[in-house]
């Protein structure tokens, strides 16, 4: 699986790259590093249970920049992984720098609520994008209160199916249904 993060400053990041780079290898093996202007790009592919959200906050404190960083899912594919790198850059320009420090998917949507598209459904979504069966399962389920019991019942499956179905989804959008916040923001794309 492919992950990335993006590291972006209010200034030029190139004082301050080596100290970023030589502080997150200390937890991720990197397989590629690109820097910008104002932003690092690390590729990796481990899975982690470090807190960005600490390590920027850390980083923040100790440097006195202004920093912001937004960590992926997973991607099968490297393809993929850049996609959507090219569209989260185009989202990271709308979102106001100092609104937030992490970001991730779930935040990236719940600030562009309003101004949801195509595009953002198409990789929010993923693979599920045109799948009516997973579409429908996961709005029925919203629409019994979260209740397994009387969504399976109205889908005509099992209660097992429906609940390999959310799984299924969850691994693959990074997205649980199963938490409020989370179908709140998947809600509204598919309503």
Do not use: P
């Amino acid at each position: 699986m492919y992950r990335y993060l993006i590291i972006e400053s209010k200034k030029e990041i190139k004082s301050d790259e080596q100290m970023i780079v030589s502080i997150f290898s200390e937890f991720i093996n990197f397989e590629k590093i690109e820097s910008h202007e104002k932003a690092i790009y690390l590729y990796y592919r481990q899975e982690t249970d470090v807190s960005f959200l600490d390590i920027i906050l850390n980083m923040m404190s100790d440097t006195l920049s202004d920093l912001r960083i937004f960590v992926s899912y997973q991607f099968d594919h490297m393809k993929d992984l850049e996609e959507h790198m090219e569209f989260i850059k185009r989202k990271l320009q709308v979102i106001s720098f100092n609104k937030y420090v992490y970001l991730d998917d779930k935040v990236l949507l719940k600030s562009l609520i309003h101004a949801v598209d195509n595009e953002m459904k198409k990789f929010i979504f993923r693979k599920y994008l045109t799948d009516s069966i997973m579409q429908e399962s996961i709005k029925t389920y919203l629409e019994s209160n979260q209740n397994m019991s009387l969504a399976s019942k109205k889908l005509y499956v099992h209660r097992n199916t429906l609940i390999q179905r959310l799984d299924k989804f969850y691994q693959t959008t990074g997205f649980d249904v199963r938490l409020f916040s989370d179908a709140y923001l998947i809600y509204h794309l598919i309503k």
